[in-house]
């Protein structure tokens, strides 16, 4: 089994104490109901997490989506639209950006035009919100990053937890990562041990469903990312290229990344070319006038006709809208989609139970049957 990547800075361990007494004091108020959570009816799905930083939550709310529309039912999505400079609530359309409503919304409206994709850092009114849609009328909701934002009762929480950080090696912030005590597990109802390695072994499936401590009523399973075949960002005036499997070793990539784990697509990217120049950004990152020159020069320095520039989907929404993106390399930028697979041959039965709880609680009568 892999080496565990978990840092922990004891020194800040005192901090870390009391950052735990506000959250458990948190999480009892609404266990006793001092807090209230607020049931809505029809499905609401949480995709989240206990720590911060990137475990993969918006490939597997993708997943989701695809799932929901091959059933024939109109997923919803909901988000606070992290680092947008719009507040309340907002509902968007083909011409959103990402400064309007966040890149990850962004990306999912723009990979899937056909459902209603909306930010609100108030949940509970985003839904409601939502409700009123009525053309067509929303089936289910999923809540992109909500498993802390329990003023929504969710009636199924999924909690997913990186392979190289499980949330029982970490610590609470600032010492560690996690943004509450593992207690907070209890109120999902799957767990997926999400970026595993392609190659996992047998026994370290076992050995991980040991040390979560998972109780009788909730689901294990383990993910992996799989990464798609590049896509031109800017497709009118891209090279021929259309696949990583092309690279011939000599190519020169710069790869641009403004996300909380940039280790696993650099390591993709190696795979077919040892020339690889990482420009790597913070998770969310607004790229800057400067950040941008700073790309364009970098990009210079690298060989001719062998140059070429690699992204991120949630990048690439940045990238695009930016208005100082200049020309000269828009034709060498490509874009590598991630997509999700369940491991241990449990794809089947994670759909299955993903749908029997939607059509389980679903205000719609007449949804179709499989």
């Known amino acids: 089994m892999e080496e565990r990547t978990a840092q922990i800075d004891y020194k800040l361990l005192p901090l870390s104490w009391l950052y735990r007494m506000g959250t458990d004091i948190r999480n009892k108020f609404f266990d006793w109901g001092w807090l209230q959570s607020k049931s809505f009816n029809l499905p609401v799905i949480c995709i989240g997490n206990l720590s911060v930083g990137g475990t993969?939550?918006?490939?597997?709310?993708?997943?989701?989506?695809?799932?929901?529309?091959?059933?024939?039912?109109?997923?919803?999505?909901?988000?606070?639209?992290y680092k947008r400079r719009i507040k309340g609530y907002l509902l968007a359309?083909?011409?959103?950006?990402?400064?309007?409503?966040?890149?990850?919304?962004?990306?999912?409206?723009?990979?899937?035009?056909?459902?209603?994709?909306?930010?609100?850092?108030?949940?509970?009114?985003?839904?409601?919100?939502?409700?009123?849609?009525?053309?067509?009328?929303?089936?289910?909701?999923?809540?992109?990053d909500a498993f802390q934002h329990r003023h929504v009762k969710a009636g199924l929480n999924i909690l997913l937890t990186d392979y190289h950080r499980l949330f029982c090696d970490d610590t609470l912030l600032p010492a560690g990562r996690l943004r509450e005590s593992a207690k907070g597990k209890s109120r999902a109802q799957i767990v997926i041990v999400t970026k595993c390695p392609e190659d996992i072994k047998p026994i370290d499936f076992n050995i991980i469903t040991k040390r979560l401590h998972l109780y009788p009523y909730q689901q294990l399973y383990f993910s992996t990312f799989r990464y798609g075949m590049p896509v031109p960002l800017f497709?009118?005036?891209?090279?021929?290229?259309?696949?990583?499997?092309?690279?011939?070793?000599?190519?020169?990539?710069?790869?641009?990344?403004g996300?909380?784990?940039?280790?696993?697509?650099?390591?993709?990217?190696?795979?077919?070319?040892?020339?690889?120049?990482?420009?790597?950004?913070?998770?969310?990152?607004?790229?800057?006038?400067?950040d941008i020159q700073q790309i364009?020069?970098?990009?210079?320095?690298?060989?001719?006709?062998?140059?070429?520039?690699?992204?991120?989907?949630?990048?690439?929404?940045?990238?695009?809208?930016?208005?100082?993106?200049?020309?000269?390399?828009?034709?060498?930028?490509?874009?590598?989609?991630?997509?999700?697979?369940?491991?241990?041959?449990?794809?089947?039965?994670?759909?299955?139970n993903i749908i029997d709880y939607v059509r389980a609680h679903s205000r719609n009568s007449s949804l179709p049957e499989r």
């Not at 918006?58 to 091959?70: D, G, M, R, S, V």
């Not at 696949?243 to 190519?251: H, Q, R, V």
């Not at 940039?262 to 800057?288: G, I, R």
């Open 56 to 81: 993969g939550k918006t490939p597997h709310t993708e997943y989701l989506i695809k799932l929901l529309q091959n059933e024939g039912l109109h997923p919803a999505t909901l988000s606070r639209g």
């Open 93 to 144: 359309s083909p011409k959103s950006t990402a400064q309007q409503i966040g890149d990850e919304p962004c990306q999912m409206k723009q990979k899937f035009p056909d459902i209603q994709v909306a930010v609100d850092e108030n949940r509970c009114h985003g839904i409601e919100q939502l409700l009123k849609l009525q053309s067509p009328p929303v089936d289910v909701i999923l809540l992109d």
């Open 235 to 257: 497709p009118q005036v891209a090279r021929s290229r259309q696949t990583l499997s092309w690279l011939t070793g000599d190519e020169q990539v710069l790869l641009v990344t």
């Open 259 to 290: 996300i909380a784990s940039p280790a696993p697509l650099l390591n993709e990217v190696k795979a077919y070319t040892q020339h690889v120049h990482l420009m790597a950004f913070a998770d969310h990152h607004n790229f800057s006038s400067k």
């Open 296 to 352: 364009l020069d970098k990009f210079r320095q690298l060989e001719e006709w062998k140059r070429l520039i690699i992204t991120t989907e949630k990048d690439a929404v940045r990238l695009k809208q930016h208005p100082d993106l200049p020309e000269e390399i828009k034709p060498y930028i490509y874009v590598v989609p991630i997509e999700i697979e369940i491991l241990q041959n449990q794809q089947h039965n994670f759909n299955q």
